[in-house]
């Protein structure tokens, strides 16, 4: 019973164009949510997140929504780089629970 | 460097046999976790520590599978009798506390033959 899925295991996209990444939940008591992003090798690494209270959260060329009434993220990257082609993992969590992972999008920028 | 570290970083062993995979925190992040990724899975959480207790080992697939933590520092996931199965990457990552952001190792690749 997968709490956080990412329903798109790749995605390919132009450089210069705009990467939207989704990720849907079940949880309802889930109240923090996360994107890390993972290269070959790697650990992945903290991207940015979003709490509850709000609904957009950015940072450079990255921007996360939330949807709550649709339990529903996303990630957009603009304008998408070659050096973004990673796999990209959502995560949610409630207070004090560990994060809960989806399977990954691995994203493709192609030059 | 002061991020996590894990070994060994690739471990191939035979079916049946135990084995031990290390992960060292960031020096004073309390929590510390497991988790692992099998082919065209997700990040499958395996236990929490806070401090040296486990709350949360609610993700240990089986009775093979023990972790321990010491000194509040370093962590061993030990795996016994491995299958095929267990073939995976181990990840490990420490935060400050529970509700702070995860930073992760770069894994251990365990290949069971």
């Known amino acids: 019973d997968q709490q956080v899925k990412q329903n798109s295991p790749s995605l390919s996209v132009q450089e210069g164009r705009i990467s939207i990444l989704n990720c849907d939940y079940t949880n309802s008591m889930f109240d923090y949510f996360l994107w890390y992003k993972k290269y070959p090798a790697e650990g992945p690494t903290f991207l940015i997140s979003?709490?509850?209270?709000?609904d957009k959260n950015e940072d450079g060329r990255f921007t996360v929504f939330l949807n709550k009434s649709a339990k529903h993220l996303s990630l957009h990257i603009v304008p998408s780089q070659p050096g973004d082609s990673a796999v990209y993992f959502c995560a949610a969590r409630s207070s004090n629970t560990p994060l809960v992972f989806g399977k990954g999008t691995r994203l493709s920028v192609i030059a | 460097g002061a991020g996590v570290s894990q070994s060994p970083s690739n471990k191939v062993t035979e079916k049946g046999k135990d084995v031990e995979l290390r992960c060292d925190p960031i020096?004073?992040?309390?929590?510390l976790y497991w988790y692992r990724q099998s082919l065209g899975q997700g990040l499958e959480f395996l236990i929490y520590?806070?401090?040296?207790?486990?709350?949360?080992k609610s993700g240990l697939p089986s009775d093979r599978f023990s972790a321990e933590r010491t000194g509040g520092s370093v962590s061993t996931l030990t795996i016994q009798r491995t299958q095929q199965e267990d073939s995976a990457v181990y990840l490990c990552?420490?935060?400050?506390?529970?509700?702070?952001?995860?930073?992760f190792g770069p894994g251990t690749r365990l290949t069971v033959l």
């Open positions: 520590f806070q401090g040296n207790s486990a709350p949360d």
């Open positions: 020096s004073g992040h309390t929590a």
């Open positions: 979003i709490s509850s209270i709000k």
């Open positions: 990552a420490s935060s400050l506390g529970p509700a702070n952001e995860q930073f």
